[in-house]
């Protein structure tokens, strides 16, 4: 077998589809051939496995993903990631973009509309797989609360992961009737206080958010100057082209007497400045994500509806 074909199979499991073959300069007249005579077995349509190769799980996983242009998931996604306590499951599970799902003898499709390919999946070697975040999501609609999390805990405690970008995760998906995200939900409200997310990584936090939707993204931690040059504040979110700074309020860091006085000073002093201020809290991500998004977006379109001036909104 030529080197390159070889180094497919063993890179892919023993598993290639014909187009891959055909790519790496085989003839469709050399595949039928090679399948006729037993050196290639067929799993799927168009989908194969050397028989020098024995059949195994990862294989299987490859030819589904192979086959469906999808991503491992769920079960399969939590094998493949090492998560504790998940089930080891031996059957595969595959998620697929709405609208491309077809039977698989084998395989179990799940349907999503929600496949963000830039947050929500990664590479297992040669299996494409949903991120770890969000594999931990999809579990959720099998597995009970506290099932899942004792699956959060250990992938905590294992540094694979944080309550952060959990929440992250659990607010990009979260809407009526979406499986797993109540039960992700009970289970890092069980597990996060205020306190127990950074205000550094709550700042990226939004900043991802906004930039799923589409938003020109943020710079965190921006200092703001007067246009005399002098200092006037740092601000945890800016736009500064449109002069709108975003404060997130952190139960840490800003509700006790001296934060509130000294937050409030310098919301007037970016007012003064000629800067908005948009102020938000960990409820106000959490819970309402699209109205924070909507809000910042009608501020950068230069459309604030009725609403009084946000430099003259009385913060105190």
Known sequence: MEPTIAAIFRRQHGVASRGQLLEAGWSETQVRYRVRNGELVRMHSGIYR????????????VAATLST??????LTAARLHGLDEAWRSSGVDVTVSHGRWRELEGVVIHQSTQVDARLDLAQHGAI?????????????????????GAVVDAAVRQKQTTLALLWDVWVRHARRGR??????????????????????????????LLTGAALAEPRLEFRVHDPAGR?????????????????????SFHLNAESFVRDRRRFRALALAGWQVLPFSWDDYKQRPHELVAQI???LDGNSGSSPPLNHINFG
């Open 179 to 208: 499986n797993g995200c109540g039960v992700l939900r009970e289970a890092l409200e069980a597990r996060s206080v205020d306190h127990t997310i950074p205000l550094s990584e709550w700042s990226r936090m939004v900043a991802r």
């Open 297 to 299: 977006r009608s501020v």
């Open 231 to 251: 200092f006037v504040a740092q601000v945890d979110l800016a736009y500064p082209a449109a002069r709108l700074a975003i404060e997130l309020d952190s139960l």
């Open 50 to 61: 050397v028989s020098t190769a024995a059949e195994s799980w990862s294989g299987r996983v």
């Open 128 to 148: 494409p797989v949903t991120g770890l975040e969000r594999t931990i999501l999809d579990i959720g609609a099998i597995m009970g609360v506290d099932r899942l």
């Open 69 to 74: 242009k999808g991503a491992a998931s769920h």
